[in-house]
């Protein structure tokens, strides 16, 4: 996942103030999911996560899951 590696090595200027993270229709599957679980256990202040119209399936939508239960501020996930 590109996005997943630029965000880790920039992850001082970008955790603080993501609130927004809009990812749909660009093909995620269960693998690009877990990157994307693994890069968001970095607190952030995000309130919406969209995952829209990608090909993530339960194991994906698990990691995902099991990730932003933590998020205090998170007020809505777009899965499908």
Known sequence: C???TALHEDET???HSL????????HIADKGA???AQMLKAPTRLRLLSLR???IGDE????IAAVVAT???LVEVRLM
């Open 34 to 36: 877990a990157a994307i």
């Open 19 to 26: 609130t927004y993270l809009d990812l749909s229709t660009n």
């Open 60 to 63: 994906g939508a698990a990691a």
């Open 13 to 15: 200027r970008w955790k």
């Open 71 to 73: 998020y205090v501020l």
């Open 53 to 55: 119209d990608n090909r």
């Open 2 to 4: 590109l996005l997943c």
